[in-house]
């Protein structure tokens, strides 16, 4: 059985029996494919340097969730995450508000995104000019065959009915200027999930995704300044 796999069981498992007492029977396990998805964030990370020089001072540590969530404002008192997640970001990894990359395993739910989710307020604005100003230029990047190969439409979740006010309501693309995240995903299929080329198949899903995140950089970074 692959590392992948092993985690997704480990999961699969964990969402069957989400309390701390099976949680503390199966410490051991957890503590394993902890570290394998440690592991494999770091070759990950390896790979992406490759491309993008501003991953190569960011380590695995800083990219992974904690699994344990906080239920002090949710009625789900599951005391854990059902999935293994890791932002890997330029500026601070998972605490970044550049945009990145971002792994999700999860049973029958895994998936790989680029782009920025949930910026604050001031920085959702300044995405949205800049959509606005720059529409050919992210249309041209949706449209690259690399890039269309596996991301075909934004994250929609909390999407504005209307379009800002202070844009025009039939400016192109203007369905973009609704957004709340501009963030793109692609789910991972189950013959990636079980390949042994598992890092070099994400690798080529990010890869291709990098334009978008220096598209949206552009922008952050300007912000952030």
Request: glycine letters at 4%.
């Amino acid at each position: 059985m692959s590392k992948v796999q092993e985690i997704l069981q480990f999961l699969s498992q964990l969402r069957e029996h989400n309390d701390r007492e099976w949680f503390q029977e199966n410490k051991g396990w957890y503590d394993s494919v902890r570290n394998d998805f440690e592991h494999l964030i770091g070759e990950l990370l390896s790979q992406l340097q490759l491309f993008d020089d501003e991953m190569k001072h960011v380590s695995p540590k800083e990219c992974i969730f904690r699994i344990y969530r906080d239920v002090r404002f949710s009625l789900d008192k599951s005391p854990y995450k059902t999935h293994f997640g890791a932002y890997m970001a330029a500026g601070g990894g998972r605490k970044s508000v550049r945009g990145g990359y971002y792994l999700h395993l999860e049973p029958d739910a895994s998936f790989a995104s680029v782009g920025v989710w949930c910026p604050e307020p001031d920085l959702l604005k300044r995405l949205r000019q800049s959509v606005y100003d720059n529409v050919d230029e992210l249309d041209e990047i949706c449209h690259e065959p690399d890039f269309a190969r596996y991301y075909t439409r934004f994250y929609e979740e909390g999407m504005l009915k209307k379009v800002p006010r202070e844009f025009p309501k039939d400016a192109p693309h203007a369905d973009w200027l609704k957004l709340k995240h501009y963030l793109m995903e692609y789910r991972l299929p189950d013959a990636m999930l079980d390949s042994d080329r598992f890092v070099d198949e994400v690798t080529q899903v990010f890869k291709a995704g990098q334009p978008l995140n220096r598209f949206l950089n552009y922008t952050v970074d300007e912000y952030i300044e």
